[in-house]
């Protein structure tokens, strides 16, 4: 049984920051893509980076550019995703999802087969 489960989440003052781990099990993810999303209260979910398993290529939404990092290690079976210069926009439940037939940086949440239960992140002003 494949799940995704996300750590890291809480809450941080504006300008802080935070790193969330997403850990993979049940099986290997080589060929895979995987991503961050995020779902603020009222709005629909988001892009936010993604990473190619075996090669390590990211790609980032225009709202995270210069701030997120999204990296992978292989040997833990884990994708992070280090936020700096949180803003009070940024706060959110993110969401880990992966799928192997989807390419780096595509933005269709509908199109990612796997999904973590969400972690929240609160960013206060």
């Known amino acids: 049984q494949v799940q995704l489960v996300e750590f890291g989440g809480g809450m941080v003052q504006a300008g802080g920051s935070l790193r969330l781990s997403c850990a993979l099990i049940?099986?290997?993810?080589?060929?895979?893509?995987m991503a961050w999303f995020r779902q603020a209260p009222g709005k629909e979910r988001e892009y936010v980076a993604s990473?190619?398993?075996?090669?390590?290529?990211?790609d980032y939404g225009d709202s995270v550019k210069g701030r997120f990092t999204i990296s992978r290690d292989n040997a833990k079976s884990t994708v992070y995703l280090q936020m700096n210069s949180l803003k009070s926009e940024d706060t959110a439940v993110y969401y880990c999802?992966?799928?192997?037939?989807?390419?780096?940086?595509?933005?269709?949440?509908?199109?990612?087969?796997?999904w973590g239960q969400g972690t929240l992140v609160t960013v206060s002003s």
């Open positions: 999802a992966a799928d192997r037939l989807v390419t780096l940086g595509w933005l269709e949440s509908q199109e990612y087969d796997y």
């Open positions: 049940g099986r290997t993810f080589s060929g895979y893509v």
């Open positions: 990473i190619t398993w075996n090669d390590g290529s990211t």
